[in-house]
């Protein structure tokens, strides 16, 4: 397929002043192909028809894609999200299926969803759901499960794909596990480039991994730098971090993945992310990881350090800088050049 190359609106400079209908004017104008909104709500507050079709016909009219997010589908996570309950008149579920029905209706069929959230107020392993105490990794995933089977009736009868991210919480296996058991003529992937080395994947073998089932994306580069917490992962545009661009696209054509490719952006911050590697409980929650992939982790991070000694990418003190907009805007509109050089540059591969 010809991938088109758009932005993630969650992260994009001035989307909260310019409405959905002004940020597509304005992903258009940079010359991007799409826009992937991280929540129905910022099409409509109310999830309005009318509403929603305004923007759905905006998008066409300015040739681009649009997706949307549901909400979380892990039900230890979604006290976080009250709006869902309440769209739902006190019922979870309910509301995610409202939310499904009026997206649909409006002809947006591809649809995110996620399964927890990182902290960055807390510093520590704790910032991550999937080492809460309280409730087990595994059983949130059990719980996740039997929610992915309660939406899947709504999903087939609307014929949209619920796509499940590969978050900064949950491993690459684990999604690929969820979707296979809850069917993937309903559930897809949201394959994040940049999370799955939060969970020491080596990222061209993540996408081996997720391609039969991506449908959608975000799309970063990655800085990995060591700190007194063990590895940080730094988000990076596209090109100038660890992700060797050829494998990784080359992975996603090869497994079949059906998918534009959506640049999640940054603001304010480049949002690091421990890998707590010297910690015990970090190895004991990654059963699926070997430690020859997590060697690849370890050699692209010494790449990385090596680089930032020369001075050809930002050093540690850099990357834990602020970002300011402009900056922020940079990150989108560097990442989507560089990835349309990398597309065109595998044109005669995939020709061939």
């Not at 940054?266 to 010297?278: D, H, K, Q, S, T």
């Not at 350090?305 to 001075?311: I, L």
């Not at 065109?344 to 061939?352: H, K, W």
Request: overall charge negative; some cysteine; glycine content about 8%.
């Amino acid at each position: 397929m010809t991938r088109r190359v758009g932005t993630d609106t969650s992260k994009f400079p001035g989307a909260a002043e310019l409405g959905a209908i002004g940020t597509l004017e304005r992903i258009a104008a940079l010359g991007l192909d799409g826009a992937f909104f991280r929540s129905a709500f910022e099409l409509s507050p109310t999830l309005d028809a009318g509403e929603l079709s305004a923007v759905a016909d905006a998008a066409a009219d300015l040739d681009l894609y649009l997706e949307v997010g549901v909400a979380k589908v892990n039900p230890f996570a979604t006290p976080e999200a009250p709006q869902i309950r309440a769209f739902g008149d006190g019922d979870y579920l309910l509301g995610m299926e409202r939310i499904i029905r009026a997206v649909t209706a409006a002809g947006i069929s591809e649809l995110w969803t996620a399964t927890a959230n990182y902290q960055f107020r807390i510093r520590g392993i704790y910032a991550c759901d999937r080492f809460r105490t309280d409730v087990d990794w595994a059983d949130q995933l059990a719980a996740t499960a039997k929610v992915l089977d309660r939406l899947a009736p709504a999903l087939r009868e609307t014929g949209a794909h619920l796509n499940i991210e590969t978050h900064e919480e949950i491993s690459s296996f684990e999604v690929v596990r969820l979707v296979e058991g809850a069917g993937p003529d309903a559930f897809g992937i949201t394959f994040d480039t940049a999370n799955v080395l939060v969970r020491g994947e080596d990222p061209v073998a993540a996408a081996r991994r997720v391609a039969p089932y991506t449908r959608s994306t975000h799309v970063r580069d990655v800085a990995l730098h060591r700190t007194e917490d063990g590895i940080g992962r730094f988000l990076a545009p596209v090109g100038s971090g660890v992700i060797d661009w050829d494998a990784l696209l080359g992975e996603l054509d090869r497994g079949g993945a059906r998918t534009d490719l959506s640049i999640e952006g940054v603001i304010g911050m480049n949002a690091e992310m421990p890998l707590f590697v010297n910690d015990p409980r970090w190895w004991a929650a990654h059963p699926d990881l070997t430690r020859e992939e997590f060697a690849v982790v370890e050699s692209l991070t010494d790449d990385y350090e090596q680089r930032a000694v020369s001075g050809d990418v930002p050093s540690l003190a850099e990357l834990r800088g602020p970002v300011d907009p402009d900056q922020a805007l940079a990150f989108i509109t560097d990442s989507a050049a560089a990835l349309r050089a990398a597309l065109a540059a595998r044109e005669p591969a995939i020709a061939g």
